[in-house]
């Protein structure tokens, strides 16, 4: 019998779930950051002898983790992240709410010290399918980042470009999430994840200094 191609693929990818977002030239961005250019300056279709790709981004372009760095003066940069932040157990909660994160609809969740949590929203399903940025979009209420903060968690992560909303409480956020010791995953797409306990490993990139680094998101069933 002819080996089942799906079957064999997943084995080898030991049932990880890619939940980054696909980075691509002129992709949604944060408005005002630069634009992402993926450019292929050598190209063999065009009789070079390689193909080579230059890249120009925002450190905080697609899938991404954010440092303390980004909005505390004396934060710690995104090389000097403990590797736990980003790989380990986390849990995946779904968010019915259509505009904010509440401390009502996650309190009953039981929010634990070192928790990892992913935030899957109806920005998953809606907001990435559109090039461009799009202003309106699910975050975090200025009181759940009390509330997580307090409970002092290791990591969230949630579905669109900002843990902040755009017209209202981004700075405020950021300013309580990442005072807070909380590192950051935004832009993630958990459109095919059901809510549950994964095992997550989304390391940024090691970038010296930096407040941010784009990263490759993956979970698994535990
Ligand atoms: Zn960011």
Not at 21 to 31: N, Q
Not at 176 to 202: F, H, M, Q
Request: contains cysteine.
């Amino acid at each position: 019998m002819a080996p089942n191609k799906s079957k064999k693929h997943q084995s080898q990818d030991s049932g990880w779930i890619d939940i980054s977002v696909p980075l691509k030239s002129g992709m949604a961005r944060w408005p005002g950051d630069p634009e992402i250019r993926i450019t292929r300056i050598n190209d063999m279709d065009r009789g070079d002898d390689d193909n080579l790709t230059h890249i120009s981004m925002c450190a905080h372009t697609g899938t991404h983790m954010d440092a303390p760095l980004h909005f505390r003066k004396s934060g710690k940069p995104i090389d000097k992240m403990p590797l736990s932040a980003a790989i380990g157990k986390a849990r995946v909660i779904e968010i019915r709410d259509k505009e904010f994160i509440t401390v009502d609809e996650i309190r009953p969740y039981r929010i634990r010290i070192g928790e990892r949590i992913l935030f899957k929203t109806k920005n998953s399903n809606k907001r990435w399918d559109n090039k461009a940025f799009m202003k309106k979009f699910v975050h975090l209420s200025t009181e759940a980042a009390l509330y997580l903060s307090e409970r002092k968690v290791q990591t969230i992560g949630i579905d669109y470009l900002s843990i902040g909303g755009y017209d209202g409480n981004v700075i405020e956020v950021h300013n309580i999430i990442l005072k807070a010791g909380i590192w950051v995953i935004e832009g993630l797409n958990l459109s095919r994840i059901v809510p549950g306990d994964y095992e997550l490993n989304c390391l940024p990139i090691k970038l010296s200094g930096a407040d941010g680094a784009p990263c490759r998101a993956l979970i698994r069933k535990v």
